[in-house]
């Protein structure tokens, strides 16, 4: 267990960093809390990995201390169980982004929690499996029924709630970018949902809508 001065220094150091401008920028993309990540960044490396420290930031339900907590610990050093537990409570976008990037993609539990996150009925736990699924159609994709996930995509995203349709689109265009036999079949199907379509994207910044997001990223790779 980390001290509990030690735990008593880093919340109030983070209480002094939030701002509250960047809070209601983060509000606004539903994640509560106002730490400007650079700086979490830098106090985490300061910190070091402490794992006893991470679990009890985590356990203080802070969206900040959760974000610190995952960048001090050590992925592997979590079970399955407690992984599970863990994406169920991370109800915040960045939270649940950081846990699913930074730590269960690191452990030895992620493939057993991809299968059970994607069939889940909650859309927010179900939005973890497909992220996970994503990474295995870029970087793994041998025994992944790709077909089968463009079904799916097909026949339930456009009425998906937002955090799984973002999820699930993401999937869509990431086969389409990596898979050439599937990329006519997944730019068809973006161009028939229109999921994403009309996202408001930054100058300089590729579109989400998955017809766009394919054709730039395979003219890049192209290009490239």
């Known amino acids: 267990m980390a001290e509990a ?7 109030a150091e983070l209480a002094a960093l939030d701002d509250p401008r960047i809070r209601a920028v983060n509000e606004k993309h539903g994640d509560d809390h106002g730490v400007n990540l650079g700086t979490l960044r830098a106090l985490a490396k300061r910190l070091r990995t402490q794992q006893d420290l991470a679990r009890e930031l985590w356990a203080t339900g802070d969206t900040a201390a959760r974000l610190l907590a995952l960048l001090v610990c050590r ?11 863990m994406l169920r409570e991370a109800r915040t976008p960045k939270v649940q982004d950081w846990l699913v990037g930074y730590v269960v993609k690191k452990s030895p539990y ?8 994607f069939a889940d009925p909650d859309p927010v736990v179900a939005s973890a499996g497909w992220a996970l699924t994503t990474e295995r159609v870029a970087k793994k994709p041998e025994g992944l029924d790709l077909a089968g996930l463009l079904d799916v995509v097909e026949a339930e995203m456009k009425d998906a709630p937002d955090r799984l349709q973002w999820a699930m689109n993401h999937c869509l265009a990431q086969i389409g970018i990596e898979h050439p ?5 997944a730019i068809a199907i973006g161009e028939r949902l229109e999921v994403l379509k009309d996202y408001p994207t930054s100058p300089g910044c590729t579109s989400p809508f998955a017809p766009v997001w394919i054709d730039e990223m395979v003219r890049r790779q192209q290009a490239g």
């Open 5 to 11: 001065t030690e735990l008593t220094g880093v919340m």
């Open 181 to 185: 036999g599937h990329r006519a079949r």
């Open 75 to 85: 992925p592997k050093a979590f079970d399955r169980d407690e992984l599970d537990a």
């Open 110 to 117: 992620a493939e057993e929690l991809r299968v059970t996150w």
